[in-house]
């Protein structure tokens, strides 16, 4: 059965960085479109950041732009989100997917695709 497990949350300080991992398991995801998504403390999931199954095209939301960065080593079926200056409103769970075809991102739909999900890896930066 195909499954993602999310690594590499914590605490940290405010200006701090964390690398985030999501290996998967079950299938082989190289050809598969692959995200980050979050969802903070009584908000809704949002988008973060998406990478195109080659690795050679990247989407980010914009406030994460220019702090993180998202990246993928299909040889070991592993997705990864490096976090840099990180804020305070950056905690959330953060949670990788992955989906099989469509868009690298979808401004009206942007979980639209996503088949797998991952249980998610809490991220807590103090102010």
């Known amino acids: 059965q195909a499954q993602l497990v999310e690594s590499g949350g914590g605490l940290v300080q405010g200006g701090g960085s964390l690398r985030l991992s999501c290996a998967a398991s079950?299938?082989?995801?190289?050809?598969?479109?692959m995200g980050w998504f979050r969802q903070a403390p009584g908000k809704e999931r949002e988008f973060v950041a998406a990478?195109?199954?080659?690795?050679?095209?990247?989407y980010y939301a914009d406030s994460v732009k220019g702090r993180f960065t998202i990246s993928r080593d299909n040889a070991k079926n592993t997705l990864y989100l490096q976090l840099n200056s990180l804020k305070h409103a950056d905690t959330a769970v953060y949670y990788c997917?992955?989906?099989?075809?469509?868009?690298?991102?979808?401004?009206?739909?942007?979980?639209?695709?996503?088949?797998?999900w991952g249980q998610g890896t809490q991220v807590t930066v103090s102010s």
């Open positions: 990478i195109s199954w080659r690795g050679s095209r990247t």
């Open positions: 079950g299938r082989t995801f190289s050809s598969y479109t």
């Open positions: 997917a992955a989906k099989l075809s469509g868009a690298l991102y979808s401004d009206s739909s942007p979980e639209d695709g996503y088949d797998y």
